[in-house]
Nanobody, 127 residues
Framework: QVQLVESGGGLVQAGGSLRLSCAASGLTFSTYAAGWFRQAPGKERDFVFV??????????HYAHSVKGRFTISRDNAKNTVYLQMNSLKPEDTAVYYC??????????????????WGRGTQVTVSS
């Protein structure tokens, strides 16, 4: 049974930092690209791409809104992908989800191309 479990969310003031983790089990995680998506309040059907990383960790991609503030990384020995979030803004408030996809050597920004999803972790940024 495949599981992706996010952790590290919480309440933080604007300008602060959080580090999200996503622990994978039940799959050979090192062969999967990984991505982070978010769902803002009131937009329950809208998964917005945040960041993605290739299976090797050698290729990454970010949404324009988070580039320069967020960093995605992974530790395949620990079956874990991370999202370091700095300089947080109130508009970053959302439920953050990690996802895994078989995507060759690259990554995808399209949620439908991800096979497995976690249940999400809430990030709230106060002004």
């Amino acid at each position: 049974q495949v599981q992706l479990v996010e952790s590290g969310g919480g309440l933080v003031q604007a300008g602060g930092s959080l580090r999200l983790s996503c622990a994978a089990s039940g799959l050979t995680f090192s062969t999967y690209a990984a991505g982070w998506f978010r769902q803002a309040p009131g937009k329950e059907r809208d998964f917005v791409f945040v960041a993605a990383i290739s299976w090797s960790g050698g290729n990454t991609h970010y949404a324009h809104s988070v580039k320069g503030r967020f960093t995605i990384s992974r530790d395949n020995a620990k079956n874990t992908v991370y999202l370091q979030m700095n300089s947080l803004k109130p508009e970053d408030t959302a439920v953050y989800y990690c996802a895994a996809a078989k995507y060759g050597s690259g990554w995808s920004i399209i949620g439908d191309e991800y096979e497995y999803w976690g249940r999400g972790t809430q990030v709230t940024v106060s002004s």
